[in-house]
């Protein structure tokens, strides 16, 4: 069974940085496509960051471009996301997620889920 397990939110000041980490587990990923959706209270579940798990190539929304890097590990079976100059606007629950072959930028394309991990930027 596959298992995606997000940590490493927490609550940081404006203009601050965090890095968010996906343990993916149950099999191999190669074909994979990971992201990463994040979702405010009120509000839909938003694409964030997508990543190839074979190739490493990255595509990420207009919103975060420029300041969050997704990456991942294939030793560790691990997917980073770098948040760096973070936004009030970008407080939500950040959630990984992954599905087979290759996905866009929609939620029901991605069939594996975490749990989420909440992210809180204070101004």
């Known amino acids: 069974q596959v298992q995606l397990v997000e940590s490493g939110g927490g609550l940081v000041q404006a203009g601050g940085s965090l890095r968010l980490s996906c343990a993916a587990s149950?099999?191999?990923?190669?074909?994979?496509?990971m992201a990463w959706f994040r979702q405010a209270p009120g509000k839909e579940r938003d694409f964030a960051a997508r990543?190839?798990?074979?190739?490493?190539?990255?595509v990420y929304a207009d919103s975060v471009k420029g300041r969050f890097t997704i990456s991942r590990d294939v030793a560790k079976n691990t997917v980073y996301l770098q948040m760096n100059n973070l936004k009030p606007e970008d407080t939500a629950v950040y959630y990984c997620?992954?599905?087979?072959?290759?996905?866009?930028?929609?939620?029901?394309?991605?069939?594996?889920w975490g749990q989420g991990t909440q992210v809180t930027v204070s101004s």
């Open positions: 997620a992954a599905a087979y072959g290759m996905r866009w930028n929609i939620p029901s394309d991605y069939n594996y």
């Open positions: 149950g099999r191999t990923f190669s074909g994979f496509s």
């Open positions: 990543i190839t798990w074979t190739t490493g190539s990255t």
